[in-house]
């Protein structure tokens, strides 16, 4: 059964800069796996942040930005917002199958 | 604007089977370029990503749930189901449905508020 990690909880001042990973168990993560990050706050269904490693959708602010970091998927936030205080998910594609991460809790104090 | 709405009960007894419905509105479910697709989220845990069906039928599951779960949809009236059976207390979770985009690039851009169910006499 693949795993798919990130770190547990990261926490970052306003204004400033945090970056989120996410690893395979099955080895590094590429492109290939087409690496999507989505925000949940409390309450709310999940929302769509990025896909296929670094695109946007419509509606994704210009501040989360996503990468490939050392063999990892990465979602960096810049310029940080109090309404970015959430619970973070990256979700990778296996084929016909999809795995969740274990999901980032960012505080912002 | 295209929404998903999950319905069903709320309460399941234990070793019975979980069923909900997702209803697609402002847009066709027989759309060659979607999937449709069930993730689940335990209280305070994370989330689970349960299977996806598309609109021929042609479904995709989990594997550590396939025994248990199937995936149906009636395109008649834009719809796809879920059914879990022989539920535990784990099964415990708001269960959201969502799209997801096929063939690439993967999205699952448009999400159920979700409902919320539990497993218990």
């Known amino acids: 059964q693949t795993v798919v990690t990130q770190e547990p909880s990261l926490t970052v001042s306003p204004g400033g800069t945090v970056t989120l990973t996410c690893a395979s168990s099955?080895?590094?993560?590429?492109?290939?796996?087409?690496p999507n990050w989505f925000q949940q706050k409390p309450g709310q269904a999940p929302r769509a942040l990025i896909h296929?490693?670094?695109d946007k959708h419509s509606w994704t602010p210009a501040r989360f930005s996503g990468s490939l970091l050392g063999g990892k998927a990465a979602l960096t936030l810049s310029g940080v917002q109090l309404e970015d205080e959430a619970e973070y998910y990256c979700?990778?594609?296996?084929?016909?199958?999809?795995?969740f991460g274990t999901g980032t809790r960012v505080t912002v104090v | 604007q295209l929404q998903l709405q999950e319905s069903g009960p709320g309460l399941v007894e234990p070793s019975e089977t979980l069923s909900l419905t997702c209803t697609v509105s402002?847009?066709?479910?027989?759309?060659?370029?979607?999937?449709w697709a069930w993730i689940r989220q335990p209280p305070g845990k994370g989330l689970e990503w349960i299977g996806n069906?598309?609109?021929?039928?042609?479904?995709f599951y989990n594997p550590s749930l396939r025994s248990r779960v199937t995936i149906s949809v009636d395109t008649s009236k834009n719809q796809f189901s879920l059914k879990v059976t022989s539920v535990t207390a784990a099964d415990t979770a708001v269960y959201y449905c969502?799209?997801?985009?096929?063939?690439?690039?993967?999205?699952?851009?448009?999400w159920g508020k979700g409902t919320a169910v539990t497993v218990s006499s």
């Open positions: 969502a799209r997801r985009s096929q063939p690439t690039p993967y999205y699952m851009d448009v």
């Open positions: 402002g847009g066709s479910i027989s759309i060659p370029t979607y999937l």
């Open positions: 069906i598309y609109y021929t039928g042609t479904t």
């Open positions: 099955t080895g590094a993560v590429t492109s290939g796996y087409y």
């Open positions: 296929s490693t670094s």
């Open positions: 979700l990778l594609y296996f084929g016909g199958a999809q795995v």
